[in-house]
């Protein structure tokens, strides 16, 4: 069925001003000829380069009301065909080596005809990176020294040796050779709170300075980046951060009791921004041992901190939901704001609820949708009108939302978003008839009842709903074979967003992905609404994702200004090992990224400025 494009004018403009961006996609010079656009003034071609994964990728843009046929030539490599639906986007990418020449000419019955060449230039993919760490001490002060840390990024082909250089610092300069699309974190300092520093760094086609004063917080003259751990574990070597009101059998058998724990795993964040800018933050607190839910002893509560100041500083960690006994398992928290719903809005948590262990998502059976059944994950979800000062009692959702055909569901954990109508979208992964499914679940009032959509797609996992700058909402999906991420539009109809309905073919963006929870958030902040309290529209997207394809490290952010046809920003936030990561943008316009490190590394906050993360 053809999709019908809600706002082709907006796409219209997108793909006129995407004429404009090709020139400053990469360092190489890039060539067009022919007509940008299509004879209906629509269709379009867009080449960019991404040194992250030395990739060449064509965009095929269709804002028309009808599906049509691309066809792509690289004289001499070969000839590829599309058919991208109407109102829709599909993508072609290349992994080739840098240095490398290409020639894509871009055809369409319609009248699109463009050329487009250049070289692909990876040879001075370089960056360093300042960052500081801040932690705060019991009391919630900051020391008065902080360890500030520089990022050496390699992402050309070839391995690059740095040099570093603080005047007056002792051991200055240093050496650094780091690997060919590797990076370098083991240089780091510790500076009292004021102290100025300037950092030269150079290799070989690379001389960057960085300068300002040794400080907590993003004001100019200050590192672009800070980061702290908000939730550790219980290991040989670390004590776990305490967790009041987890959930435990009584010694002498009479019960359950509360206590102030720590666990041995923690994982899976979650986070959002309320409307007067608290900072919400989720994580699993696996107690016993780093199994999911349903594995192992099946203890999984969730614990959440706070802040109201732009995650300077967090309240202690509390447990927010667990379930009746330590059998029964809460976790792979989602939140969502409603944005409309009061001063403060609301708040919504979705958990997920194993009822025994050796029920997860694999173990879960078909057949039934009742709250009470005991035979398969459910999706509860809690509620908070107080900027998650307190919460709701869990409501099961299990019998609103489930098909009885699906065997395992759950809530993909992160976060949901609101459409700019006032649609609360909160994705979902369900197994039927041997596959995994995309979806999501959705409410039309404010979150009274919800709604199970149609699938996105087959074949994956964990995902995330975007809604572009033009109205339409793509879902961005963890797929099962790993390798990179998907793709699938969802219908548009004249009413607005129709998550309910039907998705077009699902398609590979080239964004790379080793198997792993990613994220992609509008850049908005909780400021930025329109009639009815609602979310407005931005063309600005924000991804967190392991720049591997291999293994889950090296978490990058990318930065479109473009709905995500190119992304020709992208920043380290963790060199080295790294999972699952959230995101949200704070009242101030700063971003945050929460992400896991491991099961036993900790879940770490970090906050960063737009425009530091456009610095490469």
């Known amino acids: 069925?053809?999709?019908?494009?809600?706002?082709?004018?907006?796409?219209?403009?997108?793909?006129?001003?995407?004429?404009?961006?090709?020139?400053?996609?990469?360092?190489?010079?890039?060539?067009?000829?022919?007509?940008?656009?299509?004879?209906?003034?629509?269709?379009?071609?867009?080449?960019?380069?991404?040194?992250?994964?030395?990739?060449?990728?064509?965009?095929?843009?269709?804002?028309t009301d009808a599906a049509t046929t691309f066809t792509v030539t690289w004289a001499g490599t070969g000839t590829w065909t599309r058919t991208v639906a109407a109102g829709d986007r599909t993508d072609l990418y290349f992994s080739k080596p840098s240095g490398t020449d290409y020639s894509f000419r871009t055809t369409t019955p319609?009248?699109?005809?463009?050329?487009?060449?250049?070289?692909?230039?990876?040879?001075?993919?370089?960056?360093?990176?300042?960052?500081?760490?801040?932690?705060?001490?019991?009391?919630?002060?900051?020391?008065?020294?902080?360890?500030?840390?520089?990022?050496?990024?390699?992402?050309?082909?070839?391995?690059?040796?740095?040099?570093?250089?603080?005047?007056?610092?002792?051991?200055?300069?240093?050496?650094?050779t780091v690997a060919a699309r590797s990076s370098d974190d083991t240089l780091s300092w510790t500076a009292d709170d004021g102290t100025a520093y300037r950092i030269r760094t150079t290799a070989t086609g690379f001389d960057r300075t960085e300068s300002g004063t040794v400080h907590c917080g993003l004001a100019a003259g200050t590192p672009g980046m800070n980061a702290q751990t908000l939730f550790s574990a219980h290991t040989s070597t670390t004590a776990g951060t305490a967790i009041t009101g987890l959930n435990r059998a009584k010694a002498d058998g009479s019960g359950y009791e509360s206590y102030t724990g720590t666990a041995k795993s923690v994982r899976i964040p979650s986070m959002a921004v309320t409307n007067n800018g608290t900072v919400i933050a989720m994580a699993d607190a696996r107690i016993d041992s780093s199994s999911d839910l349903g594995g192992g002893s099946n203890n999984i509560q969730v614990a959440m901190r706070r802040s109201t100041d732009g995650g300077a500083t967090w309240t202690g960690a509390s447990a927010v939901a667990h379930a009746a006994t330590t059998s029964e398992g809460y976790g792979d928290s989602s939140l969502l704001v409603d944005r409309s719903a009061g001063a403060d809005g609301k708040v919504f948590a979705f958990i997920n609820y194993s009822p025994a262990p050796g029920i997860g998502y694999a173990g879960s059976k078909a057949g039934s949708n009742s709250a009470t059944d005991p035979t398969?994950?459910?999706?509860?979800?809690?509620?908070?009108?107080?900027?998650?000062?307190?919460?709701?009692?869990?409501?099961?959702?299990?019998?609103?939302?489930?098909?009885?055909?699906?065997?395992?569901?759950?809530?993909?954990?992160?976060?949901?978003?609101?459409?700019?109508?006032?649609?609360?979208?909160?994705?979902?992964?369900?197994?039927?008839?041997?596959?995994?499914?995309?979806?999501?679940?959705?409410?039309?009032?404010?979150?009274?009842?919800?709604?199970?959509?149609?699938?996105?797609?087959?074949?994956?996992n964990e995902n995330k709903a975007i809604q572009r700058g033009s109205g339409q909402v793509v879902q961005n999906l963890r797929s099962n074979s790993g390798g990179n991420r998907w793709y699938a539009t969802a219908a548009d109809t004249a009413a607005g967003r129709n998550v309910a309905g039907a998705f077009g073919p699902a398609w590979n963006s080239g964004l790379i992905d080793p198997g792993c929870n990613a994220d992609e958030i509008s850049y908005l902040r909780p400021t930025d609404v329109g009639a009815g309290g609602y979310p407005t529209l931005t063309p600005v997207t924000v991804q967190s994702n392991n720049a591997s394809a291999a293994d889950r490290d090296e978490l990058t952010v990318r930065m479109s200004e473009d709905d995500g046809v190119t992304w020709?920003?992208?920043?380290?936030?963790?060199?080295?090992?790294?999972?699952?990561?959230?995101?949200?943008?704070?009242?101030n316009g700063v971003?945050?990224?929460?992400?896991?490190?491991?099961?036993?590394?900790?879940?770490?906050?970090?906050?960063?400025?737009?425009?530091?993360?456009?610095?490469?």
């Open 1 to 63: 069925m053809a999709l019908t494009w809600r706002a082709p004018a907006a796409l219209r403009r997108l793909v006129v001003a995407l004429s404009a961006v090709v020139a400053t996609l990469a360092a190489a010079t890039v060539a067009t000829t022919g007509p940008a656009l299509a004879a209906d003034g629509s269709q379009s071609a867009v080449v960019s380069q991404d040194c992250t994964s030395s990739r060449i990728r064509v965009a095929l843009l269709n804002p």
């Open 110 to 176: 319609q009248g699109l005809d463009r050329t487009t060449t250049g070289t692909l230039d990876c040879s001075r993919s370089m960056a360093a990176q300042i960052s500081a760490e801040c932690p705060r001490n019991a009391d919630g002060s900051l020391p008065a020294a902080h360890r500030l840390k520089l990022t050496l990024v390699n992402r050309s082909d070839t391995s690059k040796t740095f040099t570093v250089a603080w005047e007056g610092r002792s051991g200055s300069p240093w050496t650094r």
């Open 376 to 460: 398969a994950l459910h999706i509860r979800v809690i509620s908070s009108t107080d900027n998650g000062a307190t919460w709701s009692s869990p409501v099961d959702l299990n019998p609103q939302v489930k098909n009885v055909a699906w065997a395992g569901m759950f809530a993909s954990s992160g976060h949901g978003i609101q459409l700019s109508d006032g649609r609360l979208v909160q994705p979902i992964v369900y197994h039927q008839d041997g596959a995994d499914h995309a979806g999501n679940i959705y409410s039309d009032d404010h979150g009274a009842t919800w709604h199970a959509g149609a699938s996105a797609a087959s074949g994956v």
């Open 568 to 587: 020709p920003h992208q920043v380290l936030i963790k060199s080295g090992a790294a999972g699952y990561s959230t995101t949200a943008v704070l009242n």
């Open 591 to 616: 971003i945050g990224d929460l992400y896991e490190i491991g099961d036993t590394g900790g879940i770490v906050f970090s906050s960063f400025t737009p425009d530091w993360a456009r610095q490469s």
